[in-house]
């Protein structure tokens, strides 16, 4: 096992993903005019795609813990190259729409084994170590509204666009597929019956569901600036195409330095910390950035944004990983389908708030969930408070 190239194959992947994510919001207007379709009707991909990759983290989760990582990754990799491949090629709406459900699954699927795999092999500093995988999803996520103005503005094909993210795919895949991986436990027959039980203890523990709550609040207003951030700023305030792709890479930017940063600062102050403060300032600053009408302060507002956005993710997967150690594939994949519920579900709820009220009310949705998503990370701070009295009073009792 080359643990070297393992962690590559994991950063490449949160990469694709990163950027394949954000070429979407960029091709929207021009699909809009091509197919002369709604907002409401455009956001239906998103739709799609989410519920691609809510079903693929959901299933693969625990099918990861059963046979191990290295199907999971090679799976992703050629779903994501084919579903690409169709959103390219396809000349229907409805053979776009389609092909986003194989594109979500293996989005979904390099995700949670990405995220596994750095668990797996980081044992002692997870934060620190999913958080260093998630710098390369923020340089995905950076250089794709990028690639997408060279496509876009000088290649002038959003169509060859998708097929270069096909070619990117296919090339991970066959990567991926040359290595040899870390074998799972707990997997004999005699254990089986007991991770059942351990795996219905998930779904009942409060705590995972207080971080699923963030996953999904987080994902969602990230899908929310990455889906309609363009549309926005060149309906809202006449922003060219690249001008509003300068700021998309800003805020990704924000996000890759953003887990440079918190990385090393959750495992000093504290995950629960740590997760509070991402939020608080996540919520302070989309906020900012939908109430002033200032291009360049607006541009500032969003990297702002991504920087405390950035640490939800990964810290959230620690924690809940720390909490159920002998799944980390089961649980990771349970938080990124929370997380997709909320990528699936928010953008498209936004495309809906914009055809009935306008698309800056409809961003009033990103504010919205940064609220609950506090609520969410005090909670589960109130919950650690309690469990430690808990244990102490027993200490003291003994």
């Not at 194989?102 to 934060?127: F, P, Y």
């Not at 060279?150 to 991926?176: D, I, T």
């Not at 089986?192 to 709550?213: C, D, H, I, N, Q």
């Not at 918190?262 to 919520?283: A, D, H, N, P, Q």
Request: charged share 10%.
């Amino acid at each position: 096992m080359n643990a070297a190239a393992l962690s590559w194959i994991a950063n490449l992947s949160l990469a694709l993903i990163g950027m394949a994510g954000n070429v979407m919001g960029p091709v929207i207007p021009m699909v809009v005019a091509e197919y002369q379709i709604s907002l409401a009707t455009a956001g239906v991909v998103f739709t799609t795609q989410g519920i691609g990759r809510i079903a693929a983290v959901a299933l693969t989760g625990s099918w990861s813990d059963r046979v191990g990582r290295k199907p999971v990754m090679r799976l992703g990799g050629v779903l994501m190259a084919l579903g690409a491949a169709g959103f390219g090629l396809a000349p229907t709406w409805v053979g776009q729409v389609l092909s986003a459900v194989v594109m979500g699954a293996g989005s979904g699927m390099l995700d949670g084994a990405a995220n596994t795999l750095i668990a797996d092999l980081h044992v002692e500093k997870r934060s620190l170590a999913l958080n260093r995988l998630h710098v390369f999803f923020g340089i995905g996520s950076l250089v794709g509204p990028l690639i997408a103005a060279f496509f876009l503005g000088v290649v002038k094909s959003w169509r060859m666009l998708y097929g270069f993210v096909a070619v990117l795919a296919a090339a991970h895949a066959f990567f991926a597929q040359t290595q040899n991986y870390p074998a799972v436990s707990g997997t004999t027959g005699d254990n089986k019956a007991e991770l059942k039980t351990v795996r219905k203890s998930v779904l009942t523990s409060p705590a995972f569901w207080m971080l699923g709550g963030i996953m999904f609040t987080y994902s969602g207003m990230g899908g929310i600036i990455v889906g309609w951030v363009n549309t926005y700023l060149s309906t809202e305030l006449t922003a060219g195409v690249f001008a509003a792709s300068i700021v998309l890479t800003l805020y990704s930017v924000g996000l890759t330095v953003g887990r440079l940063i918190w990385g090393g600062v959750s495992e000093r102050v504290g995950y629960i910390k740590t997760l509070i403060i991402c939020s608080m300032g996540g919520f302070a600053f989309v906020g900012l950035a939908l109430v002033i009408k200032v291009f360049w302060w607006i541009a500032v507002s969003f990297w702002f944004t991504g920087f405390f956005l950035a640490g939800l993710f990964p810290t959230a997967v620690a924690y809940g990983t720390g909490l159920f150690a002998r799944l980390t594939g089961t649980v990771t994949g349970y938080l990124i389908t929370m997380a997709s519920l909320g990528g699936m579900l928010l953008p498209s709820l936004v495309g809906v708030l914009s055809d009935a009220a306008g698309l800056g009310v409809g961003m009033l949705a990103a504010p919205f969930f940064g609220i609950l998503q506090l609520v969410f990370a005090f909670l589960l701070s109130k919950r650690e408070e309690s469990e430690r009295a808990d244990d102490t009073a027993v200490q003291i009792e003994i």
